[in-house]
């Protein structure tokens, strides 16, 4: 069973930084594309990010482009998304998904608070 | 960037009713789109891929059509498990993006 777990999200001050992590299992991790996606509070889901399986692309909506930089250690099955310079507009629960197009499977997520 | 109109944005329907969504892309994307189903504090769950290719777990009174700008997903008898929210994604392109939702409510 595909499992996807995301830790590290919490309230944080504008301008502030936190690093999510994303736990996989069930899965070879290291033969998947993964995304971070995004929903604010009563909103629909925003795709922010995907990175193919080695690594090696990388991709972003351009809104959280030169803040956030997500990353993968296929050694620890583990996905993760840096978050600087956040803004109050970035408050919204993370989850990470597997695969980078049509994705299959999603995460319960973790909750990202920007306010002061 | 594409945008992926969903209609309606809400709709109102009973048990047993046929429902119809659709989702209009800005450009066209081929055959590039998924739907997911959500239900209230959960995460969203992938309904259908390649535009009409349905998730093992699906029951087969959901179908999916369309290619290039134009889809639709349809529920061909409504059930109590049904009530929820429906997004469509493409990923055709970047950044993928998300239609707006529809939300299905009982009557």
């Known amino acids: 069973e595909v499992q996807l777990v995301e830790s590290g999200g919490g309230l944080v001050q504008p301008g502030g930084s936190l690093r999510l992590s994303c736990a996989a299992s069930g899965f070879t991790f290291s033969n998947y594309w993964m995304s971070w996606v995004r929903q604010a509070p009563g909103k629909g889901p925003e795709w922010v990010a995907n990175i193919k399986h080695d690594g090696s692309d990388k991709y972003y909506v351009d809104s959280v482009k030169g803040r956030f930089t997500i990353s993968r250690d296929n050694a620890k099955n583990s996905l993760y998304l840096q978050m600087n310079s956040l803004r109050a507009e970035d408050t919204a629960v993370y989850s990470c998904?597997?695969?980078?197009?049509?994705?299959?499977?999603w995460g319960q997520g973790t909750l990202v608070t920007v306010s002061s | 960037d594409i945008q992926m109109t969903q209609s309606p944005s809400s709709l109102s329907a009973s048990v047993g009713d046929r429902v119809t969504i659709t989702c209009r892309a800005s450009q066209g994307i081929g055959n590039d789109l998924a739907w997911y189903q959500q239900k209230p504090g959960k995460a969203p769950k992938r309904l259908i891929y390649?535009?009409?290719n349905l998730q093992s777990w699906v029951p087969s009174r959901f179908s999916g059509s369309g290619s290039g700008t134009e889809f639709t997903l349809t529920v061909s008898s409504l059930q109590p498990e049904d009530f929820a929210t429906y997004y469509c994604l493409q990923h055709n392109t970047y950044p993928r993006t998300f239609g707006q939702g529809t939300k299905v409510e009982i009557k």
């Open positions: 998904a597997r695969g980078g197009g049509g994705v299959d499977n």
């Open positions: 390649a535009a009409s």
